[in-house]
T-cell receptor, first 113, second 115 residues
Framework: AQSVTQPDIHITVSEGASLELRCNYSYGATPYLFWYVQSPGQGLQLLLKYFSGDTLVQGIKGFEAEFKRSQSSFNLRKPSVHWSDAAEYFCAVGATGGFKTIFGAGTRLFVKA | GAGVSQSPSNKVTEKGKDVELRCDPISGHTALYWYRQSLGQGLEFLIYFQGNSAPDKSGLPSDRFSAERTGGSVSTLTIQRTQQEDSAVYLC?????????????FGPGTRLTVT
């Protein structure tokens, strides 16, 4: 069965520090992978997506993610975090050719000054 | 507007009452999803509409939940005889035809509180 695991419920980083949010997935074939961000009181916004090709993908707001098939991971990274990045981040896997997307439970990011 | 809109933004209701939640997708988006987001949980898929096809209702948690989409645009999620466990944020998302399942545009959600 398809599943997405985000091992960290919450993470706190200092402003200006680097960030890595972990995501592991279980899927029978090559998945479509996504990261979304949800600011307080808002819906989810797509940060980036991976379909195929280059395993390092760039997204909006300075985020990037790397697909590692051997580790079934799709970790999200940012070199320097800004206070406005404080939000909840969701990793998701989508079936190729299907309509469903499975979301992880989310990681809440706190940014301290 | 250019985005997905949902109304109301907040709804407080008494246990046992019926509620209707509305979603206006992005114009031209043929796919529409409803999700439920409970505190500290991920997104729970509820129902999916695609064009004029029969909706996929496999995520609806009970027969108290139903949804319709009129004219391929606006959708209404109805919860009958609400229970306290129905308290959650209900999110709607739409997607353009031809894009992958994960490329969804989300509305801001309706926060439902059942007292």
């Amino acid at each position: 069965a398809q599943s997405v695991t985000q091992p960290d419920i919450h993470i706190t980083v200092s402003e200006g520090a680097s960030l890595e949010l972990r995501c592991n997935y279980s899927y029978g074939a090559t998945p479509y992978l996504f990261w979304y961000v949800q600011s307080p009181g808002q819906g989810l916004q797509l940060l980036l997506k991976y379909f195929s090709g280059d395993t390092l993908v760039q997204g909006i707001k300075g985020f990037e993610a790397e697909f590692k098939r051997s580790q079934s991971s799709f970790n999200l990274r940012k070199p320097s975090v800004h206070w406005s990045d404080a939000a909840e981040y969701f990793c998701a896997v989508g079936a190729t050719g299907g309509f469903k997307t499975i979301f992880g439970a989310g990681t809440r990011l706190f940014v301290k000054a | 507007g250019a985005g997905v809109s949902q109304s109301p933004s907040n709804k407080v209701t008494e246990k046992g009452k019926d509620v209707e939640l509305r979603c206006d997708p992005i114009s031209g988006h043929t796919a529409l999803y409803w999700y439920r987001q409970s505190l500290g949980q991920g997104l729970e898929f509820l129902i999916y509409f695609q064009g004029n096809s029969a909706p996929d209702k496999s995520g609806l948690p009970s027969d108290r939940f139903s949804a319709e989409r009129t004219g391929g645009s606006v959708s209404t999620l109805t919860i009958q005889r609400t229970q306290q466990e129905d308290s959650a944020v209900y999110l709607c998302a739409s997607r353009m035809e031809g894009t992958s399942a994960g490329e969804q545009y989300f509305g801001p959600g309706t926060r439902l509180t059942v007292t």
